[in-house]
């Protein structure tokens, strides 16, 4: 597993606790973007202490080989994160199938990033993993990700009907994926 790696334009970085002031900063200045597709947080979640919490876990879930999460940055800045990129809910023999999940700082959208971190994250860190499924849930509203995904070689499966609950309705998402042969 790499804990940093390099694209063109970005750093895509492994965190943990010691990082989370940075990561509280993008959540909270991205709260409105982010919550229009997730589901409710609890009432401490913007605090310091449930974000070094959720690194250490997230960390400690990379450790295990059960998922993986970048943070990313321009390497012309190292003190803001733009981004997020995940792969979670790994499965292995006989699925060897994961999730995926991005998101992106609202002063970023459109400028490429997203695409060069995921194009990163599937061409040379998946391959590592072994894994021969990736899937992406996405709200049918959120065409800027289904262009994003179906850039990338994503297909359309179908909808997942009350795939996720958000700000307490079960929301259908549509189901894409990408096959890797191994």
């Keep these: 597993m790499q ?21 509280l900063a993008f959540l909270s200045n ?3 973007l982010f919550e229009k597709y997730e589901g409710e947080k609890s009432e401490n979640f913007y605090t310091m202490s449930y974000i070094k ?7 400690n879930q990379i450790i295990k080989g ?12 190292l003190d803001r994160i733009i981004g997020t990129i995940s792969l ?7 699925y060897d199938s994961c999730n995926i999940g991005y998101k992106f700082d609202s002063d970023f959208h459109h400028q490429g990033y997203a695409f060069e971190a995921l194009w990163f ?11 021969h499924r990736i ?10 990700s289904i262009r994003l995904i179906g850039r990338l070689g994503f297909y359309y499966e179908g909808t997942a009907r009350g795939y996720a609950k958000v700000h307490g309705e ?13």
């Design 66 to 77: 059960g998922s993986l999460r970048y943070y990313i940055y321009l390497k012309s800045n």
């Design 3 to 23: 804990l940093v790696c390099e694209t063109e334009r970005l750093i895509l970085k492994v965190l943990n606790s010691i990082d989370a002031f940075q990561v």
């Design 121 to 131: 994250l599937l061409s040379n860190v998946v391959p590592k993993y072994r894994l």
């Design 30 to 32: 991205n709260r409105q």
């Design 135 to 144: 899937t992406a849930y996405i709200a049918p509203d959120n065409l800027a």
């Design 53 to 59: 919490d959720m690194l250490a876990a997230e960390y």
């Design 88 to 94: 979670t809910g790994f499965q292995r023999s006989p």
């Design 170 to 182: 079960w929301v259908d998402h549509q189901q894409y994926s990408l096959l890797y042969n191994k």
